[in-house]
């Protein structure tokens, strides 16, 4: 038996398809109360709170109110660590995830002359500070660097600051300093979780106060995200990986097993669902995944995922299968068909962080060096909106001009308006220049 569920749509009950739709939903509650706790240490003490938190967690003195912000001597210290190869790939990422976000850049401004006299218009300017959240610690991930940091300098965004987890030695990983070197940030504190996301929002000794934070964690960082709305401005909040696919037979069972896989080696609690017009496909499937997943380094993590909230599920038609990915709303989307253009996959689909068509554009590969966004929605939240991009280090300022000619057309109107509402003084500032 394999490690996948084999469901047919149809059959499935209301309580069984919500279960599958509901997937792992953050549940916040065992956390808020220690997280809740960090973000008051933090506001109260500052780069204090920091430094006495990785003392304990380590058991050992690693930071100083000095040393919490890398040097330029551990930026250039970091090069010594990482190869040319993986330099000149991030090169590369950095040149098609640059090339991706230029293109979102709406126009410097916009004007429309609604009426005789009456101009209106739109103008965008970068936020003054942004916030990223890069996970580290033992693990690195420069690809979540380059992502969340790149559209904030394509944007014009004036701050840019990195908080980013130290190692037990009191560094930050190397590869991930090297990946902010090459795009230019250098302002990198070494802090994570909870405590990096309360530095942000209200600032410390060493850690600037910023107008917006971006940037996945851990459920600690997605916690601190959603208290400290109000205080900060954020992207969203981010739950596990997940990864649907729709697909019929003419998919190749391996592409699609491996897809499948590679998404829940994140995370006990990723999701990967097949969604499948082939009988055929959906259990060769099945018996691959369990193959592949036998064998990964990372299979503990892999088959809990598999068990817990992934499944194959065949359906009777290509727009059934649209119909449950939109009503699913997947982090990443794979289309595999073989008789929809691309406009007619576009056309089809609503909700979806990001959707990967054809059997060559793996999510792996959007995950480094297509040059798409790799910080997306989750848990349904794709219904709302899509993934980072220039628009989250933007605000866009509408402005309006009128003409004294267009003025007389405009007052008698608005007046009118005033009145109804009875905002007399709205009324007279409008009639003041007419008298």
Same mark, same amino acid.
């Given at each position: 038996?394999?490690?996948?569920?084999?469901?047919?749509?149809?059959?499935?009950?209301?309580?069984?398809?919500?279960?599958?739709?509901?997937?792992?939903?953050?549940?916040?509650?065992?956390?808020?109360?220690?997280?809740?706790?960090?973000?008051?240490?933090?506001?109260?003490?500052?780069?204090?709170?920091?430094?006495?938190?990785?003392?304990?967690?380590?058991?050992?003195?690693?930071?100083?109110?000095?040393?919490?912000?890398?040097?330029?001597?551990?930026?250039?210290?970091?090069?010594?660590?990482?190869?040319?190869?993986?330099?000149?790939?991030?090169?590369?990422?950095?040149?098609?995830?640059?090339?991706f976000?230029?293109?979102?850049?709406?126009?410097?401004?916009?004007?429309?002359?609604?009426?005789?006299?009456?101009?209106?218009?739109?103008?965008?300017k970068?936020?003054?500070?942004?916030? #990223? $959240?890069?996970? %580290? *610690?033992?693990? @690195?991930?420069?690809?979540? &660097?380059l992502m =969340?940091?790149?559209?904030? !300098?394509?944007?014009?965004?004036?701050?840019?600051?990195?908080?980013?987890?130290?190692?037990?030695?009191?560094?930050?990983?190397?590869?991930?300093?090297?990946?902010?070197?090459?795009?230019?940030v250098?302002r #990198? $504190?070494?802090? %994570? *979780?909870?405590? @990096?996301?309360?530095?942000? &929002?209200?600032? =410390?000794?060493?850690?600037? !106060?910023?107008?917006?934070?971006?940037?996945?964690?851990?459920?600690?960082?997605?916690?601190?995200?959603?208290?400290?709305?109000?205080?900060?401005?954020?992207?969203?909040?981010?739950?596990?990986?997940?990864?649907?696919?729709?697909?019929?037979?003419?998919?190749?069972?391996?592409?699609? &097993?491996?897809?499948?896989?590679?998404?829940?080696?994140?995370?006990?609690?990723?999701?990967?669902?097949l969604?499948?017009?082939?009988?055929?496909?959906?259990?060769?499937?099945?018996?691959?995944?369990?193959?592949?997943?036998?064998?990964?380094?990372?299979?503990?993590?892999?088959?809990?995922?598999?068990?817990?909230?992934?499944?194959?599920?065949?359906?009777?038609?290509?727009?059934?299968?649209?119909?449950?990915?939109?009503?699913?709303?997947?982090?990443?989307?794979?289309?595999?068909?073989r008789?929809?253009?691309?406009?007619?996959?576009?056309?089809?689909?609503?909700?979806?962080?990001?959707?990967?068509?054809?059997?060559?554009?793996?999510?792996?590969?959007?995950d480094?060096?297509?040059?798409?966004?790799?910080?997306?929605?989750?848990?349904?939240?794709?219904?709302?909106?899509?993934?980072?991009?220039?628009?989250?280090?933007?605000?866009?300022?509408?402005?309006?001009?009128?003409?004294?000619?267009?003025?007389?057309?405009l007052?008698?109107?608005?007046?009118?308006?005033?009145?109804?509402?009875?905002?007399?003084?709205?009324?007279?500032?409008l009639?003041?220049?007419v008298?």
């Open positions: 038996m394999g490690l996948l569920k084999l469901l047919k749509l149809s059959k499935l009950s209301d309580e069984e398809k919500n279960r599958i739709l509901q997937r792992a939903s953050i549940d916040i509650s065992h956390v808020r109360v220690k997280v809740e706790e960090i973000i008051e240490r933090v506001r109260r003490y500052g780069d204090r709170e920091i430094i006495t938190f990785y003392e304990e967690f380590y058991g050992r003195s690693i930071l100083s109110e000095d040393s919490i912000r890398v040097s330029s001597d551990e930026f250039e210290e970091a090069y010594e660590h990482v190869s040319e190869k993986l330099i000149k790939a991030l090169e590369y990422a950095i040149r098609n995830i640059s090339l976000h230029k293109r979102q850049l709406p126009p410097e401004l916009w004007l429309f002359e609604v009426d005789n006299g009456v101009f209106v218009g739109q103008v965008w970068p936020l003054d500070s942004v916030g #990223v $959240y890069v996970p %580290g *610690g033992r693990a @690195a991930y420069p690809s979540t &660097a =969340t940091t790149i559209p904030a !300098k394509i944007a014009g965004v004036p701050e840019i600051i990195v908080c980013t987890p130290p190692r037990a030695d009191g560094k930050v990983h190397p590869v991930t300093l090297v990946a902010l070197d090459m795009v230019g250098r #990198v $504190y070494k802090v %994570g *979780g909870a405590h @990096a996301i309360a530095a942000m &929002a209200y600032g =410390t000794k060493s850690i600037p !106060k910023v107008e917006k934070i971006v940037g996945p964690g851990n459920i600690w960082v997605t916690v601190a995200k959603q208290l400290l709305q109000g205080v900060v401005s954020i992207d969203f909040t981010a739950g596990p990986s997940e990864i649907l696919i729709i697909a019929d037979e003419s998919a190749n069972p391996r592409y699609i &097993a491996s897809d499948l896989v590679a998404q829940v080696e994140h995370d006990p609690y990723s999701t990967a669902i969604v499948t017009t082939s009988e055929k496909l959906a259990k060769q499937v099945v018996e691959l995944v369990s193959g592949i997943a036998m064998k990964s380094p990372r299979r503990n993590i892999i088959i809990e995922a598999l068990k817990r909230y992934s499944a194959v599920i065949l359906v009777d038609s290509i727009d059934e299968a649209f119909k449950f990915a939109n009503e699913y709303a997947p982090e990443h989307l794979e289309v595999v068909v008789d929809l253009t691309l406009t007619e996959i576009l056309k089809k689909v609503r909700n979806a962080g990001s959707i990967f068509i054809g059997p060559y554009t793996p999510v792996a590969l959007g480094y060096v297509i040059g798409t966004n790799h910080v997306l929605p989750t848990t349904m939240n794709a219904k709302k909106r899509g993934g980072l991009s220039v628009y989250d280090f933007i605000k866009i300022i509408d402005f309006q001009y009128v003409t004294v000619e267009g003025y007389k057309r007052y008698k109107y608005a007046t009118v308006i005033a009145e109804v509402e009875g905002l007399i003084e709205h009324k007279n500032s009639e003041v220049r008298k």
